[in-house]
């Protein structure tokens, strides 16, 4: 596609429930970033891929947070037994190489209820 | 590790008035610097950067951001705004070397008629 897409745009669901969350970047683009922004906060960093190899998982809030890429494609995210401190937008990012323009999804809104 | 401070959350401004939305920078190494802007219901998207070269950086739309390695700054101008122009507008600085943007916390610039 034109851009970096993310799925569903929307997600509600019940505390204690796993949650997946996808990315597809645009094609080529070998880095890929997930950032959380809470409301009324900034982007918090949560993880980065080169390729499909995840070299900084720093960001990651908990051990219920994990996420995959399959080849230099597709992301998915995943939470589980979900939290109500889980809600927030979930933004997916990718760039042609390091340290240039990332560009982003429309995100994912999660909320947990 | 590097760090972005935008001291003003929000900033209301008159249509047609100068502004100036500030962003500094805490980094022990050379930095890549960024703009970027997120309309109402829209996603994320750069407004503009400084890679290297000019430290005076100017976007399509009017803006123009200043990199001033004394004063760890990248304040973000326009010397006459619009209605249009209202929007959340993030800092991001990405170190030479290291891989992930780190995003400030964002301004909310609001221009009144």
């Known amino acids: 596609g034109a851009g970096v897409s993310q799925s569903p745009s929307n997600k509600v669901t019940e505390k204690g429930k796993d949650v997946e969350l996808r990315c597809d970047p645009i094609?080529?683009?070998?880095?890929l970033y997930w950032y959380r922004q809470r409301l009324g906060q900034g982007l918090e960093f949560l993880i980065y891929f080169q390729g499909n190899s995840a070299p900084d998982k720093s960001g990651l809030p908990s051990d219920r947070f994990s996420a995959e890429r399959t080849g230099e494609s597709v992301s998915t995210l995943t939470i589980q037994r979900t939290q109500q401190e889980d809600s927030a937008v979930y933004l997916c990012?990718?760039?042609?190489?390091?340290?240039?323009?990332?560009?982003f999804g429309q995100g994912t809104r999660l909320t947990v209820v | 590790a590097q760090s972005v401070t935008q001291l003003d959350s929000q900033v209301p401004v008159f249509e047609e008035a100068p502004v100036e939305l500030r962003c500094n920078y805490s980094s022990s190494v050379s930095v890549y610097l960024f703009w970027y802007v997120q309309y109402p219901n829209q996603g994320l998207q750069l407004l503009l950067k400084y890679l290297s070269g000019s430290t005076l950086v100017e976007s399509i739309n009017g803006f123009e951001a200043e990199f001033n390695k004394s004063q760890t700054s990248f304040h973000l101008r326009k010397p006459s705004v619009h209605i249009s122009d209202t929007a959340e507008y993030f800092c991001a600085v990405s170190e030479r070397g290291s891989y992930i943007p780190t995003f400030g916390r964002g301004t909310s610039l609001i221009v009144h008629p």
């Open positions: 094609s080529g683009h070998t880095a």
């Open positions: 990012a990718s760039s042609p190489a390091v340290s240039t323009e990332a560009f």
